[in-house]
Structures are given as C-alpha cells and as structure tokens.
C-alpha cells in the first residue's frame, strides 16, 4: 500500500514501537514550591499585622492568638504536597533516563496530583486572608462593627433566650406545615367532575400563597386578623399569628412537593390497589403515599431549612424572636454584633439539615444506579 494511508499507518506504528515518554511534571512542581513559599510569607505578614493591630487596639484574646498561628501552621503544610510533588517528578525524570516509562506515567501523574493538592489548598488560605484582611482593614472598622468580642459575650444570653421563639415557631409551624401540605395536594388530586371545584379551589391557593412573599403574609396575618376581632384568633399571641402565616405560605411549596411525589408512583400502583378494591382514599393511604413520602424527603427538608430561616420574619408583627432582640440590642450600642450572634446560631442549626439532605440525595442516587 502506498499514499498517505500507507505513510499514516507507518508513523503509528513506528509511535508504538517508540512512545513518547511523559511530561515529568517538574515545571508545575517547581510552581507548587513557590506557591507554598509565597502562602506561607504572606500568611506570616497577615498574622503579623493582626497582631500589631490588636496590640494598638488593646485587645488581648487568648483564642485569637492560638487561631492565628494555627493558620500559620496549615500554610506551612502546604509544603509537604508541594515536595511531594518535587520528589515524583525528579523520580519521573529518572524513570525517563532510564526507558522505564510506566514508571514514569506514574510518578509524572503523581506530582501532578501533588502539585494541583498544594494550589488547591493554597487557593483556600488566601481566601482566609482575604477574610482577615478585611476584618482588620480601616482600624479593624468591619471587625468592630460586625464582631465584637465583649459585645458578643454580654449579649448572647439574651440572644439566646429570643432564639428559642424562633425554634418554638419552626417546630409547630413544621409539624402543621407537614399536615395542610398533604391536605391540599390530595384535594388537588381528587378524581372526577365531582372533584373539580376541589381541585380549583386547592389550585387557586397554592397560586396566590406561591406567588406571596412571606413577609406580606406574615404582615397581613398579624395585624390584619386582630383587627377583625374575630373571637379566639384576637386573643392569639404574635409567635400563634407568625405559626398561621408561616403554615399557609409553606403550605403551599409542601402541597406541591407531595403532589410531584404522589404523582412520580407509577399508575400500575394505584391500579393494582383499585382492582383489590381498595377505595380511593385507602389507595393513598396505604399504596401511593408512603412511596410517595421516601422519594420526596430532601426537598422537604429543603422547605424547612428556608421555613427555619423564615421565622426571622416575624419581627415585623413585634415578636421578639432572636433578630428582633439582636436589633434591640445594636440600636443601644450602635453596633451588630448582636447580630452576628443571630446569623451564627441559624447557621449553627441549618448546616447539619443541609448534610444530612446531601447524605439522602446521594443515597437515593445510589439506589438508583443501582436499581438501573
């Protein structure tokens, strides 16, 4: 054979016979280094301006300190990825030398993985400095403002107590959240002509109460239904008005979750149910929505991670949950540290909820790679 076909067939040929050994990788290892160097350095001059910092501002906290130089520990660490990576690429370089190319695709491989460990890393401690460049930038006017210590600690049981409110309203306001949002989505799903007026009624509220945002609710429904003077509801406290709002705007985003999960239950379920003669109501209850209920736990949890953080909203009707009291507590010092104290404790309470939805969405995917 003969042509460019013939010639293309040769040059692969002669590749096989004559791989072409493997980048060693020592330029990228070489850059780690001086990334490592220069992270490092620059942590130090951070610290050492923090530290000049609180010396002037006479501000003396064992914690601070042992923070500091903890971080400048961790940028020293970034060392040992990046020598590691030096090593295997001064390995690769030798394994090339001495025609043993599997080797070196591995050693190349690994100062790669090596080098690219210590820029990941690296990235994130400068990220931290950035942070506590900021903290202490014009005077440490932000740390002053946004975290101060003694401020902080004079006022955190009074943070504390009003934080509770807002945990007393998330609790109720889930478990009546949980029962209306079944309610509505199975009046959404009632079968047949005479059902209709039922379905519209149900799909007029999750339109008004999905398009309301929660603050307009919560104003209309805790200075709206005092006024009416109807009996009992005039007497509720402002946590009960908060509790009502809350249940019918999240009513709303909970009917339509448990919709799409009864909805994603194969017909074969409900049919198979039907035909033994389980009634309509039997089928749901006993067939269709306990499926129903499994699939659609994680954006359930979704919905009470944003109804937890929600319940801040209440302090338009005068409640004194924890933001309200965080409000208190700033116009009095003309400072938000208080504030500070509120926005850790939903964190503090909202990221084991957001784990443990990463930890059921996985698992479901597991299940379903598994079944397929």
Known sequence: MTGPLANQQTDRSDLWRNPVPPNPGTSLALLALAIALGVAAATFRVIAAIEEVMTQSKVESAVIHWALWIAGAVSVLLFIPAYRSFTAARRAQAAIASSKLVDARVESAAARNFALITMGYAVSVVLVLSIGLFIIANDVAVGKTFIFIPLIFSSFGLVIRAFWTNVYIFCIGEVLVLVWGLVVAIARLIPGDAGRPIRLIATAYTDVFRGLPAIITIYLVGFGLPLTGLPVIRDFAPEWYAILALTLTYGAYVAEVYRSGIESIHWSQTAAARSLGLSFGQTLRY???????????????????????????????GAIDAFNQAKIIASNHFNLSSVTTVAFLFVLITIPQTRMVDRLIARDQRRMRAGG
């Open 287 to 317: 067939v269709v929505v306990p499926q129903a209920v499994r699939r659609i736990i994680p954006p359930l949890l979704n919905d009470f991670i944003s109804l937890q953080k929600d319940t801040a909203l209440v302090n338009v009707i």
